[in-house]
T-cell receptor, first 113, second 113 residues
């Protein structure tokens, strides 16, 4: 079984500042990890994913995340926040098979002007 | 990336009636699709796995007689909420893909009055 913990239901940063959204996972098998963004009343858009290989993965809109097995973490970062980054962010895990995703509770990112 | 289309994007129905939501994979064939439910300001919860040509697999606590899933072709899965009640009001999202990636529909906002 898998689980995901996202620390901080709300994160507020100033425009231009570093964005750090935390995600820790639990999985009994090598995990596939994902970050999604959701705007109000819309579906989910994939930001980036880790399946195998390089542990630092780059995604769209300047986001990146690093898979750290020893820490069971997959934190999402962006060097410089933009107002358009304000949204809900979900970390998700899949246990290597073709099962549905297990999502964290989400982090609402607020960008202060 | 692949496109998953969900219809309708929003629906209002009277209590006791049934509502059908369609999920289509537009440019790929999906033997498996997933249905999620999202309550306001909460995360996505996997409801069921829809398998083409066979019965859906429901997560624990999901009433299979209330949430009927049909996956009659490789590009279409439907979720029918039967005898809807106000507590069924929610945001329903489908996804399709493979083990490495999941593509999401735009979601359906169901309001039962």
């Amino acid at each position: 079984a898998q689980s995901v913990t996202q620390l901080g239901s709300h994160v507020s940063v100033s425009e231009g500042a570093l964005v750090l959204l935390r995600c820790n996972y639990s999985s009994s098998v090598p995990p596939y990890l994902f970050w999604y963004v959701q705007y109000p009343n819309q579906g989910l858009q994939l930001l980036l994913k880790y399946t195998t290989g390089a542990t630092l993965v780059k995604g769209i809109n300047g986001f990146e995340a690093e898979f750290k097995k020893s820490e069971t973490s997959f934190h999402l970062t962006k060097p410089s926040a933009h107002m358009s980054d304000a949204a809900e962010y979900f970390c998700a895990v899949r246990g290597g098979g073709a099962d549905g995703l297990t999502f964290g509770k989400g982090t609402h990112l607020i960008i202060q002007p | 990336g692949a496109v998953v289309s969900q219809h309708p994007s929003w629906v209002i129905c009277k209590s006791g009636t049934s509502v059908k939501i369609e999920c289509r994979s537009l440019d790929f064939q999906a033997t498996t699709m997933f249905w999620y439910r999202q309550f306001p300001k909460q995360s996505l919860m996997l409801m069921a796995t829809s398998n083409e040509g066979s019965k859906a697999t429901y997560e624990q606590g999901v009433e299979k007689d209330k949430f009927l899933i049909n996956h009659a072709s490789l590009t279409l899965s439907t979720l029918t909420v039967t005898s809807a009640h106000p507590e069924d009001s929610s945001f329903y999202i489908c996804s399709a893909g493979d083990r490495y990636e999941a593509f999401f529909g735009q979601g359906t906002r169901l309001t039962v009055v």
